[in-house]
């Protein structure tokens, strides 16, 4: 199981990023790829989810607004779109997938608990996103 991240930079306050994530040897169709962040001195976040298999999607109430999560199924690709980034975005960005019966633990109570860390068992490598006022 792979995941590959990418589209991390350093903007300015009111500037977008679009974050990337390509899955490989995962059920892609049977999971819920989701974005973490993880600022310093501060725990990991949940931030956003997407549900492959019916569309569902989950923004936190943070980034609710500003941030939109999107998938391309036929290239097992995860989007994160970033608008009027702030610096309290500031941190690194993960990109984890929940498989199988997993994905249906994260179905069944993101709206109500969030992202839980535990649910995902595959994890991308980080992507720094970097925001200045």
């Known amino acids: 199981v792979q995941l590959q991240a990418s589209g991390g930079g350093s903007v300015q306050a009111g500037g977008s990023l679009r974050l990337s994530c390509t899955g490989s040897g995962i059920s892609f169709d049977d999971s819920v790829m989701g974005w973490f962040r993880q600022a310093p001195g501060k725990e990991r976040e949940g931030v956003s989810c997407?549900?492959?298999?019916?569309?569902?999607?989950y923004h936190s109430d943070s980034v609710r607004g500003r941030f939109t999560i999107s998938s391309d199924n036929a290239k097992n690709t995860v989007y994160l779109q970033m608008n009027n980034l702030q610096p309290e975005d500031t941190a690194v960005y993960y990109c984890?997938?929940?498989?199988?019966?997993?994905?249906?633990?994260?179905?069944?109570?993101?709206?109500?608990?969030?992202?839980?860390?535990?649910?995902?068992?595959?994890w991308g490598q980080g992507t720094q996103v970097t925001v200045s006022s």
């Open positions: 997407i549900n492959i298999s019916d569309g569902n999607i």
């Open positions: 984890a997938a929940a498989t199988g019966n997993l994905a249906r633990v994260v179905a069944a109570t993101v709206n109500s608990l969030g992202l839980v860390q535990h649910d995902f068992d595959s």
